[in-house]
């Protein structure tokens, strides 16, 4: 055997065999220790590195915190990359505001004692146990955590310095009177508008557009004019959703079914017990629960020994009494010995349970009680015609499923045997499907390989609980720049709405400029006015004019100051604002709610403002 291995050893093809794993090992293996081991860097701050690995675990936190805000919005939302890529381009950058909030804080002599840590560790109520700090629980969470002590008190010291920093920059905000006299005074200020509207409509009925240049439009723009992919579909659509209504139940069904399914139409079995408890798990606390049992049993009265014994104090009040209860609610040894005893007064013998011993009195018995027939024969037909839908829709799917992979060319015999109906489309793309069609699984099925380029039925798709669809294409046409003359009336209607856009803001910024130098007589010429007077506030109805009549620098005498907005169809408003009208405020409108408001704002500003100035003056490198 010996022999035979060194045999092998010798053999050229063994030598290279074993050197190739040799040469994999050293660059896979051994490699690894020369380089260091090092973590690569997601960023790196003024010197400071956040790793890798942290920034993959802060970005599943945060991820993870944010799925269970949002649910399935969220989900949906990381379905977009771009977005993915902003998200955790937003989690590296709280990282890194972190480490700079911490090197400035520390750049200023900020510091957290360890004394200090020690106080906030043991105040917090994750570790509290009856109102106490609790070692045990300390450890625990944690260890759960993946912290040990040092790391976590490392991890608080940290925090809270960038806390303290925060803190001395939000707390040194205030507002004066004054400051908020004036922005009451801003926020109820009215304005006195009038407003003339430059009908779209018109602008683009009036443009001129030639063939050459809807030629030059179309060749400029072909993605406007671009047909998309497109199917003509078949489709049979199965749905359970009335079938329960075209069943009969027979009353022996109904009965049968009452009498094997009794116990859920029965209360369930409650007790009422009493019990002295002695807290413990050691031989001291088992022979004082002896002796206690001890007593009863020489005739000691139950709820006076209760009272002055039991070390449940709560319930030794009122004789050791506990509210009424069923199986699955107790600790298992209690429960089981509560529901074995017999009799109203009857005494268990010292039970152990989680809790420490104790010895229980049953009190009351409420017996399992059956609900009449004639109460729930009802809820029986509802439940059996349920039942019988769902075993004829999974029936009939199976049958068109099996029928549809059989005859793979058409629907027709799919339909036939489930006695649905085939429904067809006219030429549809993936943005403009309606209905079950629309359904991204029904649009990944039609565009598969399979179904579109082989012609075969689609498998059984599942739209929602006994609900399916089975599709096949008809006919399909690829995506493609459709010609000119198919599309030359779109192309000259979308370059007219262009040109009317373009028209309809030069006549504003005509008017508007004419208007500024006290010239009216291009409105005359165009017979245009503007509408009447209106008062409106920073809330008005209409957002967009409100946002321009306040934007507006303040009219100086009779002349009035002019700005442009849209409406929602598009339509150019010129406004023309007439006069600011000031609001005295009186001095309880000033409340201290509104002072933290105002100063909150400006903290957060001057929190903006700090990062971005340690920003600005920082190195920061993504290697």
Do not use: C
Not at 109 to 131: A, N, Y
Not at 135 to 142: A, E, I, R
Not at 236 to 244: A, M, Q, R, V, W
Not at 300 to 306: G, K, S
Request: hydrophobic content about 40%; glycine content about 6%; overall charge negative.
């Amino acid at each position: 055997m010996m022999e035979r291995l060194r045999e092998g050893v010798n053999s050229i093809w063994v030598k290279v065999i074993l050197g190739l794993i040799i040469f994999s090992f050293v660059f896979a293996g051994v490699g690894s220790y020369l380089a260091g081991g090092s973590q690569p860097a997601a960023a790196k701050i003024n010197g400071t590195e956040i790793s890798q690995n942290d920034f993959e675990q802060a970005y599943q936190n945060e991820r993870n915190r944010m799925q269970s805000q949002l649910g399935d919005y969220f989900s949906t939302l990381l379905g977009d990359p771009e977005y993915v890529k902003q998200f955790r381009q937003s989690v590296l950058d709280r990282m890194i505001n972190d480490v700079l909030i911490e090197q400035r804080a520390t750049e200023l002599g900020l510091r957290i004692s360890d004394e200090h840590i020690r106080k906030t560790i043991t105040s917090m109520p994750e570790f509290q146990r009856d109102g106490q700090f609790d070692n045990d629980s300390y450890t625990m969470l944690l260890r759960r955590s993946g912290f040990t002590p040092d790391q976590f008190a490392e991890y608080m010291r940290t925090d809270m310095l960038r806390t303290q920093f925060l803190t001395a920059i939000q707390g040194s905000d205030f507002t004066l009177d004054s400051e908020l006299t004036a922005l009451r005074k801003l926020e109820a200020q009215q304005r006195v508008v009038r407003s003339l509207t430059l009908d779209l409509a018109d602008f683009t009925k009036n443009a001129t557009v030639t063939d050459e240049e809807a030629k030059a439009f179309y060749e400029q723009n072909p993605q406007m004019f671009t047909r998309p992919d497109q199917v003509k579909v078949a489709y049979i659509e199965l749905s359970g959703e009335g079938l329960k209504d075209t069943l009969d139940v027979s009353d022996e069904d109904v009965k049968a079914y009452y009498e094997e399914h009794k116990d859920k139409y029965s209360s369930i079995e409650q007790r009422q017990v009493s019990h002295i408890l002695v807290q413990g798990d050691n031989a001291d606390a088992k022979a004082k629960a002896e002796a206690l049992k001890a007593e009863l049993d020489a005739g000691a009265d139950f709820a006076e020994l209760a009272l002055s014994s039991s070390d449940d104090t709560y319930s030794g009040k009122d004789g050791g009494k506990l509210d009424w209860f069923e199986r699955g609610v107790m600790d298992p040894a209690f429960e089981d010995a509560a529901f074995g005893l017999a009799n109203n007064g009857d005494i268990s013998g010292v039970v152990k349970s989680s809790f420490g011993y104790h010895i229980i009195k049953l009190d009351a018995v409420k017996a399992s009680q059956v609900k009449p027939f004639a109460d729930v024969s009802a809820e029986i037909i509802v439940e059996l015609r349920e039942q019988q839908a769902a075993e004829h829709f999974y029936d009939m799917q199976t049958k068109l499923a099996e029928t549809a992979f059989e005859m793979p060319d058409s629907l027709d015999d799919a339909a036939a045997v489930v006695n649905a109906t085939v429904h067809t489309t006219d030429f549809i793309s993936q943005i403009d499907a309606q209905g079950v069609l629309a359904n991204p699984a029904v649009m990944q099925a039609l565009f598969s390989a399979e179904v579109r380029e082989d012609g075969l039925n689609s498998d059984v798709i599942e739209i929602a609980p006994e609900h399916v669809v089975v599709v096949r294409v008809d006919d399909s046409r690829d995506e493609m720049v459709l010609p000119f003359d198919e599309v030359s009336a779109k192309v000259k209607a979308q370059l007219a709405s262009q040109k009317g856009e373009q028209n309809a803001q030069a006549k504003a910024d005509d008017l508007i400029a004419g208007l500024r130098a006290g010239n009216t007589d291009a409105l005359e010429a165009e017979g245009l006015s503007f509408g009447e007077e209106q008062t409106i506030s920073r809330s008005g109805p209409d957002r967009m004019v409100s946002q321009v009549a306040f934007s507006l620098t303040k009219p100086v005498g009779d002349k009035s100051v002019y700005g442009m907005t849209r409406d929602a169809t598009g339509n150019v408003q010129i406004i023309a604002l007439d006069k600011v009208i000031d609001v005295d405020v009186a001095k309880e409108a000033i409340s201290s709610d509104f002072a933290k408001q105002v100063e909150q704002m400006n903290a957060q500003q001057d929190v903006a403002a700090t990062l971005q100035a340690l920003r600005d003056t920082a190195e920061v490198s993504y290697p």
